[in-house]
């Protein structure tokens, strides 16, 4: 597959979306970044123009929230607009926020499923009719280990990344035959600013739980994405342990569960 000439990416002005628009510049993609802040857009757009390759490459950012149905569509509207139909979309725009199921406001699980989940659906919604008239496209959703398997403290977090995988799933053979692809990628932890951000929060169970884990770069995961949608993979897991589950969940809970429980019960003996 060739490299897209315009990709438009949500969460593009931080950590995985942030990376992934780096590598795409270096291939000599045209990007449009969609999120909120307009000092972090214009931080991005001045290092992804120093690294741009083609003369005529441009870097597009639109600040929009993509939880507001009208903003996002707008976002993406503008986008086309300006730099044509996008040959990729990936949505990157995320938040977690982990903690224990009753000391979570609701409000929190209800903002975490408007932007993962509804701020996904509706970029989708709108760059798809553009990318239906060109007949081809490739969107990139962006999930979690997380959304491969419900883990202690991610209440919030975990049912809008699983929400994700129904989406991609369900869309990838309604897509295919109008020559559109859909990818999904479950990250691992990465070092991000969100991951800063969600261990503040993070119960000692949760932390305990996911201690083994190798925390990889922001870099790493997207040099696996690009390689991911290179070959047409429907699901792109950076590292052998997300590989793992995601072929094997099923199979591997009630395992999981018991060692899950059992650092439970000693982190509780602790406290
Ligand atoms: N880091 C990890 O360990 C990890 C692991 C698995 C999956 N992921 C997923 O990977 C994706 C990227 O996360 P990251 O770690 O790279 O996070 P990050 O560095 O915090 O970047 C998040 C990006 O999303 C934007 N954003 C957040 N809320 C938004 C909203 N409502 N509307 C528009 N843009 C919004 C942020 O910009 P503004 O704040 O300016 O809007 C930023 O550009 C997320 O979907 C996350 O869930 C991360």
Redesign the pocket.
Known sequence: MNPPKHAII?????????AIAHRLAAQGASLSL????PE??EAARAQLEAKRRLPDQQVFTVA????DRAQADQAVQRAIAHLGPPDWLVT?????RPGEFLEIPVEVFERTMA??YF?TLYCIRAALPAMEQQRHGQIVC?????GLIGLYGYTA?SPS?FALRGLAESLRGELKPKGIGVSIVY????D????A??NKTKPLVTQKITATAKTWS?DGVAEVILAGVQRRAFAITPGFEMGVLNRLHSVLLPMLNQSFDKITAKVRNLQ
């Open positions: 949500t969460g593009g002005s931080s950590g995985i979306g942030l969609i999120a909120r802040t972090k857009l929009a929230d993509v939880a990157c725009a995320g938040i977690a932007v993962n701020g962006v999930s979690s280990g997380a977090y990344k990250p691992p932890d990465t991000t600013p969100q991951l951000e969600e922001a």
